[in-house]
């Protein structure tokens, strides 16, 4: 499972995160450490169940180590997910440095996992069966930390490119709209005054 020419790899990632690799989904469906982004690149990691997704231990700190890491394979986190699940799918996202270890909602790594599952052909989808089918799945992120969201991405329009490509990557366009549901800590409201 080497990632990159630092000698960074999946098992130090896990170890980084309190996981090993018999956590992780070996299927061949689901590649073990893809990077896919929407908007900044993050880190997929199927893991096996909810359970062990929730013995995942957030990096203390963003640790120097973790930071290296992540940035040694282009990217600005990892985001795990449960991959027993395709509509309703658990995941925890661990940023690369963002001042807190944990993210209870990220739209933009539940918006790259679910166009990197569309592309894959990985989920069960409610529009047919050729490319262009429309997709609907709910992230749910946040548990672990006592802080649920709930994302619900929709895919529709894949159009693959038709370009070919000695590595096996699946290139296309997709159109991705999101909602979501995600709980506050804390509310302020500011005065015109304070705004200037």
């Known amino acids: ?6 000698g960074s790899s999946l098992s130090l990632f896990l170890k980084e995160i309190g996981l090993n690799e018999d956590d992780i989904n ?3 469906k689901a590649t073990t450490f893809l990077n896919s982004s929407v908007a900044r690149p993050k880190t997929l990691i199927p893991v096996k169940s909810a359970d062990r997704l929730h013995a995942a231990t957030a990096p203390t700190n963003a640790t120097k180590s973790f930071q290296q890491m992540c940035e040694s394979i282009d990217s600005t986190g990892l985001y795990l997910y449960d991959s027993s699940s395709t509509t309703n799918i658990e995941c925890r996202q661990f940023p690369k440095s963002s001042g ?6 990220t ?7 679910v166009a990197s599952l569309h592309c ?4 069960s989808n409610d529009g047919g069966g050729d490319g262009n089918r429309v997709q609907s799945t709910t992230i749910l992120q946040g548990t672990a930390m006592g802080r649920p969201s709930k994302i619900k991405v929709k895919i529709d329009d894949y159009i693959p490119t ?4 000695s590595d ?7 159109k991705i709209s999101y909602t979501g549901l995600v709980a506050f800590d804390h509310v302020s409201y500011l005065d015109e005054s304070e705004l200037s």
């Open 100 to 105: 807190y270890a944990e993210d209870p909602a």
């Open 168 to 174: 096996s990557s699946h290139r296309g366009t997709v």
């Open 120 to 123: 894959r052909s990985m989920n």
């Open 107 to 113: 739209g933009i790594a539940a918006g790259a996992l």
């Open 26 to 28: 070996n299927d061949a």
């Open 1 to 6: 499972s080497e990632c990159d020419n630092n």
């Open 162 to 165: 038709s370009s070919s490509t």
